[in-house]
């Protein structure tokens, strides 16, 4: 399991014995808050502005694809 992790990842994480503990260790050091990422997206959301640059479908699309 600790070969397929990248070198950059695995250089903040302690050595542990079991797979559990391993698990556990990486799941504390990386956890994202929901209510975060919720409030991240909304922000895009809210803030958005049509450029012009584009289309009005493809930036139908990105806000679609941040909505999801």
């Known amino acids: 399991m600790k070969m397929t ?14 797979a559990k503990e391993y698990l556990t260790t990486i799941e504390e050091k990386y956890y994202i808050s929901d209510k975060n990422e919720t409030g991240i997206l ?19 699309q990105h806000m679609i694809h941040i909505q999801n």
Do not use: A, F
Request: hydrophobic content about 25%.
């Open 42 to 60: 909304m922000s895009k959301l809210t803030n958005m502005k049509y450029d012009n640059i584009g289309s009005v479908r493809d930036y139908i």
């Open 5 to 18: 992790i990248p070198e950059y990842l695995k250089s903040g994480l302690p050595s542990n014995d079991t």
